[in-house]
């Protein structure tokens, strides 16, 4: 507990606020890139302890806000088929697509069920002979478990299970954004259980290519400001660790392999962003026969979602309370944009902790 509490003590905090703001030579502008990260900098109020002086942006960090609207249309459709059990993380549920969510596909007599794990998915296939696909989403953190369950499929011949690999890569999400003309930040506060599986090295291209300083951060309090702290006071843009405890610079090698094992990169679409060459997840060839998303679906026509600057937030354009329909006609209980559904999202968060939905 003494360990824990030394993350979250308020007197270290305030003390190395105090510290970066000084340094901050006026003004410097952060981007962390983890809904993990965004949840816990405004429910500590830490955006607020470095004001004016240093300025915490959100950026695409939430896997859940950056899932396009074309996939979550394919995932309604594929739990819509008649012999098909879909299972999601919780989050997923309510996640707007171009006609309703998947809380509207199973008002509508859709088979979904939020599950905790993909081994959940494994289990529900293994008791039905419906065809169970497991709607995989999210960064590195969450793709060697999903990997290792389809190896685990492949292995006990469960022949009724899928997965439907909405899965994205943030080192190439990085690289676009950090090529964009108008993009300017001081630094990147980069996420902590990515980079515990994939390492520090692959971010090396960031202040190499780019001029940006980094700085890795574990999700206490304290973790925070001192990556905040690192990223003021370096001189030449490098990438630093602050979370050493759980972060090497090569990753987590077994990770890695089973993950290379199952998935190839492929070019995805990001919402906010674009199609980012390399940064998504597709089950290899040889693992074809269990790819959901290899199956013939109808898609609706997509449809823009009328004042919804869901895309302008990822990106650090502008802060949420900037959205017209913030904390009006959206809330976390009538969501109408992504960044509003999840409980990692930008919006979310502001709604929560910030104030500015008073």
């Not at 270290?12 to 703001?21: C, Q, R």
């Not at 980094?214 to 400001?225: K, L, Q, S």
């Amino acid at each position: 507990m003494k360990y824990v509490d030394e993350f979250r003590s308020p007197g270290v905090v305030k003390a190395l606020a105090e510290k970066t703001k000084r340094l901050s030579g006026g003004h410097a502008s952060y981007m962390e890139v983890c809904g993990t990260h965004t949840m816990a900098i405004s429910r500590s109020g830490l955006r607020e302890l470095l004001a004016p002086e240093v300025e915490l942006i959100s950026g695409p960090g939430c896997p859940v806000c950056v899932t396009s609207d074309r996939d979550i249309d394919r995932a309604i459709a594929i739990a819509s088929l008649p012999d098909v059990t879909m299972t999601t993380f919780g989050d997923m549920m309510k996640v707007p697509g171009s006609e309703g969510s998947l809380a509207d596909a199973q008002a509508r007599g859709a088979d979904v069920r939020v599950v905790y794990s993909p081994l959940d998915s494994l289990q529900v296939a293994g008791e039905t002979d419906r065809r169970v696909v497991f709607l995989g989403v999210g960064f590195e953190t969450t793709a060697p478990t999903v990997a290792a369950t389809i190896l685990q499929a492949a292995a006990q011949n469960v022949d009724n299970f899928y997965v439907l690999s909405l899965h994205k890569l943030v080192p190439p999400a990085l690289r676009a954004l950090a090529s964009q003309d108008d993009f300017r930040i001081d630094g990147f506060l980069l996420p902590g259980h990515v980079s515990a599986i994939i390492g520090s090295d692959v971010y090396n291209f960031l202040p190499e290519e780019y001029g940006i300083p980094c700085a890795i951060a574990g999700f206490e309090p304290a973790d925070i400001m001192e990556a905040v702290y690192l990223l003021a006071v370096m001189e030449k843009p490098e990438v630093r660790t602050e979370y050493a405890r759980a972060v090497r610079p090569g990753g987590n090698p077994k990770a890695l392999l089973v993950m290379r094992r199952v998935f190839e990169p492929v070019d995805v679409e990001w919402r906010g962003l674009f199609t980012i060459p390399g940064s998504g997840l597709a089950l290899r060839p040889e693992l074809s026969s269990m790819d959901a998303g290899k199956w013939e679906v109808e898609l609706p026509e997509p449809k823009p979602r009328a004042a919804c600057r869901c895309g302008d937030i990822l990106l650090g354009r502008i802060k949420p309370f900037d959205c017209p329909l913030f904390a009006g006609a959206c809330t976390p209980d009538e969501p109408v944009g992504p960044c509003m559904v999840s409980s990692e999202g930008t919006c979310a968060s502001y709604y929560l902790y910030s104030g500015e939905a008073d």
